[in-house]
């Protein structure tokens, strides 16, 4: 039995009260468009049965559009792959639905916006609403750093969680065991004091659990600081440029970051460059 056809026999036991298979940005809302993850396990696997799915689902529109209704809107990133499902190629063989034509790829996410089928920074909603109750990042990474290293994104959309609740009446720290000691106090005011710009990926934690991730040049860092680096031991530079790649799916919800945190012309090549997002 090759791939395609295992997929087709598991097909049914993933099916919804709909008949519908979610679609991969609402399964796996800790995915970023372009990780590894779409490659290779879980993501692989159940971007096969989406494929299957598509390719059963009646092609005229109505239902088409019908089926994604049912479901949360895609992010921008998604665009290209959405697109596909409301009017599918003759030869569906591109399924990372990235558009050649640059004008029509445009075009299209701003139909696919007025019809809300995708949206700015959606995927913390989506991500949100399958949270029961808060999940603590000590209980999967028995240190910050690694939660910042190997969880960025997930780690990301945390901080947003428990920076909600920590505005909210009643909130109560939670306990932190001895390894994540280091972020106890960010966590219990929102505010994550001074950081180590040489210690970056413990500098990004503190600053997640403070709900407030600052950019380099808040922080009076300087282009130079930057090495180019995914080692453990990357400056705060090269740990924001892991975030940044983690947390942004879309140009709307970027501009928003960088407006609000005044970036200096001299980093705008720098965020053009490491921050690719159509």
Request: negative net charge.
């Amino acid at each position: 039995m090759d791939w395609k056809e295992s997929c087709r026999a598991r097909l049914r036991e993933h099916l919804d009260v709909h008949g519908d298979i979610a679609p991969p940005w609402e399964r796996f809302p800790d995915y970023e468009r372009t990780t590894i993850g779409w490659r290779m396990g879980a993501g692989e696997d159940w971007l096969g049965l989406w494929s299957v799915f598509l390719e059963q689902l009646a092609p005229d529109r109505e239902t088409r559009i019908a089926y994604l209704r049912r479901h949360p809107p895609a992010p921008i990133s998604w665009a290209g792959a959405v697109y596909k499902v409301l009017y599918p190629p003759d030869q569906a063989d591109d399924e990372d639905g990235d558009e050649e034509d640059p004008t029509a790829a445009a075009s299209e996410r701003s139909a696919l916006l007025e019809q809300g089928l995708i949206a700015v920074d959606v995927s913390f909603s989506t991500w949100l609403s399958q949270q029961d109750g808060v999940r603590w990042p000590w209980e999967s990474y028995a240190t910050p750093e690694k939660a910042a290293r190997y969880n960025t994104r997930e780690f990301w959309f945390w901080s947003r969680q428990v920076a909600e609740l920590r505005r909210g009446e009643g909130w109560v720290p939670p306990a932190v065991p001895e390894g994540w000691r280091a972020c106890a106090p960010a966590l219990a005011s929102g505010d994550a004091g001074p950081v180590d710009p040489r210690d970056g990926l413990l500098s990004l934690a503190r600053l997640l659990c403070a709900g407030d991730v600052k950019a380099p040049w808040q922080l009076g860092l300087e282009l130079a600081d930057f090495a180019d680096s995914f080692d453990d031991d990357m400056g705060y530079v090269d740990a924001f440029r892991l975030w940044g790649r983690s947390a942004f799916d879309d140009a709307h919800q970027l501009t928003r970051y960088l407006e609000a945190t005044g970036v200096p012309p001299g980093w705008e090549a720098w965020i053009a460059e490491h921050f690719p997002i159509d």
